[in-house]
């Protein structure tokens, strides 16, 4: 008999481990690596990560950000679910350790006179061996227990290693998700409020058309009187000054949707956002053109897909394993006893412990589907993180590239409204000295406020492509 235990326990443990052999792990695909430096950058020393205080220095938007990012309800979602992930790797940690139950369990049976347990319990109670508490109580059968029992399955191939590896990188990647929202948040609450900045000046700039086009208006109202000019004059002044007031409702509306939408983001209810009643009359921004490429390990995104690619390697692993035998160890320590009375007493005393190796002989379709998902899923994880980086860094590219060509527009955009300006005024004296119509004044005019709002849209892309910038090299919030 136990020639035939060894060798079941010798065909268990080598069919297990020749399913195992042939469970190999697929090969994983190749990450191209990154450039060295990015696109028309001769630089070959490392600069700085961008600091956001340093880059936007406003105070009004500091403290904006840092009281969104107590109320936001999706980085509390996050928090949850970071907890959620502390929780599995204890879990996880757990699965080393024993289970232990404590037990109190009471039982009543009638053996039939013809069974096992009736005839041998009959004949124990005959014996002259036992003394007088010994005997076994037969109508009924009692069996008293009060103990523990445990539970112990021992880590032979690293199943629960992988297992718990892959729960660490779960939670890293948790955590590194909870980073990537903040720097969403943090981008898209500073471009609202740069946007708010851009319509303040706008409005500015409207309402101080309007003040110019009512002055021509009741010039031209009064030349009118005087004979100088006709309905057909006055009538163009006021449509143009109607359409600019237009224009400045329009800002009002927009002005208030951001201002709502900004708000939603910050957890709170609509009201009015505390900031600067325009943009920056300077653009104050100097970028160094060799940003390495190694900075993109900063980004939240790509460290989250790396350590998704680390778990699921682990969950491979611990597939993998799963086709050999498990070794579960269960000791306990109880009171056993067949009488109430004698629970307690020294000689209940009772403790032991089983062994089971157990090999998934009918198990492997079940197993080798997992095994298949856990290949698909780490194959999946490398390729996600391989377009992360080619997004990250085309992202940094294009923004980098946005900023200094913002930049360039901007400049010639400015000196095109310094001429405009100068060309309103020179249309409105040829005017007055009959050298000039009033539809060369209009369309100065006009020429000037589309010029002066372009300008400070331009302006304000310019802030927006920095966030970008900023976003697309790692973000956070310090």
Known sequence: MKHIFSRILIVLVVGAAAGCKVMQPAPLPRVNPLPERYSDSTASTDSTRLVFREIFPDTRLHSFIASALKDNTDLNMALQRITMAHARLAERKGAFLPAVNGVVSAAADRYGDYTLNGVGNFDTNLSPNIGKDQKIPVSPTTDMFIGLTS?????????????????????????????????????????????????????????????????????????????????????????????????????????????????????????????????????????????????????????????????????????????????????????????????????????????????????????????????????????????KLLNAYSEVVTNMSAVENLKKEYALKLQEVQELQRAVASARELYLTGYATYLEVITAQKNVLEAELRLQEQKRNIYISLIQLYRSLGGGWE
Do not use: C
């Not at 449509?239 to 409702?249: D, H, K, W």
């Not at 209940?348 to 009918?362: D, H, I």
């Open 151 to 387: 539970s112990w399955e021992i880590d032979l191939w690293g199943k629960l290693r992988h297992q718990k590896k892959a729960a660490q990188a779960e939670l890293l990647a948790t955590e590194k998700g909870r980073q990537l929202i903040i720097t969403s948040l943090v981008a898209t609450l500073a471009e609202g409020y740069y946007n708010l900045l851009g319509l303040d000046t706008e409005l500015g700039i409207v309402r101080k058309n309007i003040a110019l086009q009512q002055q021509a208006l009741e010039i031209v109202e009064a030349q009118k009187a005087g004979g100088r000019a006709n309905e057909l004059a006055v009538q163009q002044f006021r449509a143009q000054l109607l359409n600019t007031r237009g224009i400045e409702f329009r800002i009002l509306q927009d002005r208030t949707r951001i201002e709502n939408e900004l708000n939603a983001l910050a957890g709170k209810y609509p009201g009015q956002i505390i900031r600067d009643t325009a943009l920056p009359e300077s653009i104050a921004v100097s970028l160094e053109t060799g940003l390495p490429a190694s900075l993109l390990s900063a980004r939240p995104d790509v460290q989250q897909a790396e350590y998704e690619m680390r778990a699921n390697n682990e969950m491979v692993q611990a597939a993998r394993a799963a086709f050999l035998p498990s070794l579960t160890l269960n000791p306990y320590v109880a009171l056993n006893a067949f009488t109430p009375s004698l629970l307690f007493n020294a000689g209940s005393a009772a403790y032991g412990v089983a062994g089971a190796l157990t090999a998934p002989l009918f198990q492997q379709r079940r197993l080798k589907a997992q095994f298949v998902m856990a290949n698909a899923a780490s194959k999946a994880s490398v390729y996600n993180y391989q377009q």
